[in-house]
T-cell receptor, first 117, second 116 residues
Framework: DTGVSQNPRHKITKRGQNVTFRCDPI?????LYWYRQTLGQGPEFLTY????????KSRLLSDRFSAERPKGSFSTLEIQRTEQGDSAMYLC???????????????FGPGTRLTVL | GQQLNQSPQSMFIQEGEDVSMNCTSS?????WLWYKQDPGEGPVLLIA?????ELTSNGRLTAQFGITRKDSFLNISASIPSDVGIYFC????????????????FGKGTKLSVKP
């Protein structure tokens, strides 16, 4: 399977705990994105990497959230001191760089569903 | 911030009918994408549009990038039970209107249910 993979698929944690999610993009894609999706809503952009550089962060990405892509391949998203409001589906997507450096088709992984009790 | 208005929110149709849904924005977009999402899964890309007026088909699906660059529609012809799911439009605004090389803005989705 050469699609985007995410682990774990489900995570249940208690409020105040830290959680970390992993995303493995399509191998030849140099761009990687994180989104958050709550029930009944479309995905909301969190952050994006081109290779190992984090180029953009949404205002949704509070100080408790940190994302890394140290070698320009897989990425991790960590949430510290989780709150019940963090419960959501966390989606990762990847894309090749567009010919003009602009946006391109983004291919999504299956997501990690986080439940904070 | 930027928002996409997607309609209808939900629809029930008979198998074999054609379906149409659309998405509008308050500002110009330079990319429109249409995705389908099944419960518990990530969105799957259906069609990507990059030029105003562009009309693109993918099997029974047809999508168009509006001439004004502020809207897009998706048509599904001869619907079948496996078309059930939530369809999302997504777009990339012009830089300066909240757009960037990474930021896709999504609509709230159109939930499609088909009666067999």
């Amino acid at each position: 399977d050469t699609g985007v993979s995410q682990n774990p698929r489900h995570k249940i944690t208690k409020r105040g705990q830290n959680v970390t999610f992993r995303c493995d993009p399509i191998s030849e894609h140099n761009r990687l994105y994180w989104y958050r999706q709550t029930l009944g809503q479309g995905p909301e952009f969190l952050t994006y990497f081109q290779n190992e550089a984090q180029l953009e962060k949404s205002r949704l990405l509070s100080d408790r959230f940190s994302a890394e892509r140290p070698k320009g391949s897989f990425s991790t998203l960590e949430i510290q001191r989780t709150e019940q409001g963090d419960s959501a589906m966390y989606l990762c997507a990847s894309s090749p760089q567009g010919l003009a450096g602009g946006p391109n088709e983004q291919f999504f992984g299956p997501g990690t569903r986080l439940t904070v009790l | 911030g930027q928002q996409l208005n997607q309609s209808p929110q939900s629809m029930f149709i008979q198998e074999g009918e054609d379906v149409s849904m659309n998405c509008t924005s308050s500002s110009i977009f330079n990319t429109w994408l249409w995705y389908k999402q099944d419960p518990g899964e990530g969105p799957v890309l259906l069609i990507a549009l990059y030029k105003a007026g562009e009309l693109t088909s993918n099997g029974r699906l047809t999508a168009q990038f509006g001439i004004t660059r502020k809207d897009s529609f998706l048509n599904i012809s001869a619907s079948i039970p496996s078309d059930v799911g939530i369809y999302f439009c997504a777009g990339s605004p012009e830089p300066g209107d909240g757009g960037s090389q990474g930021n896709l803005i999504f609509g709230k989705g159109t939930k499609l249910s088909v009666k067999p």
